[in-house]
């Protein structure tokens, strides 16, 4: 896939799509003593997700698991759009699109397997984690420098705002105090 015209692609983006593991996890599922599923989100990534919310852009979850740590991390960063046991994604997405009245052009998917390519197809910008399957890589617009879990999705986060011109907007509260 074509991979610099990614700056292109991210202008029209209103919709920020994310698989949880392996993108906003590192992958690994860790289960405690008593059975409990443990995961474990970095908070550069929900920083990155609620300055894209303060641009106006949404942001959802599109996961082929379910897990109770996803839903409760997806309420602290306001994130209502949650498809969890999505196993046939292309599906799900197909829904989102329709209940949102947004073109799939408009929608930017992180992913890192490939259960996540019947996505890659259809939306306006395909984006792999650094440490993704080869596969995926080879179908994205863009590959991340950091790897799931561990700062990927702020780097996305991070390019769509400056691709549209709205980063200085959402950060300038943190730089008032500079010259």
């Known amino acids: 896939m074509k991979q610099n015209d990614w700056k292109r692609r991210a ?4 919709l920020l799509l994310l698989d949880v593991d392996g993108v906003l996890t590192d992958g690994r599922v860790v289960y405690d003593g ?3 599923e443990l995961k474990f989100f970095h908070i550069k990534d929900g920083h990155g997700i609620k300055l894209l919310q303060r641009a106006g852009l949404a942001v959802g979850i599109l996961s082929g698991r379910r897990s109770s740590a996803v839903r409760l991390r997806a309420k602290e960063l306001g994130i209502d759009l949650l498809q969890q046991k ?5 599906k799900v997405l197909e829904a989102i699109l329709r209940k949102k009245k947004i073109r799939a052009e408009q929608v930017c998917f992180v992913g890192d397997d490939l259960v996540d390519l019947p996505v ?7 984006v792999a984690v650094a440490d993704s399957v080869e596969d995926v890589k080879a179908h ?3 590959i991340t420098h950091r790897p799931g879990g561990q700062g990927a999705v702020r780097e996305v986060c991070e390019m769509i705002l400056k691709a549209q011109g709205k ?3 959402v950060t300038q509260k943190y730089f008032k105090n500079f010259p």
């Open 11 to 14: 202008k029209s983006i209103r």
């Open 34 to 36: 008593g059975g409990r």
């Open 86 to 90: 999505a196993l046939d994604k292309a």
């Open 120 to 126: 890659f197809s259809r939306v306006g910008l395909a």
């Open 140 to 142: 994205a617009h863009y």
């Open 167 to 169: 980063w200085e907007r």
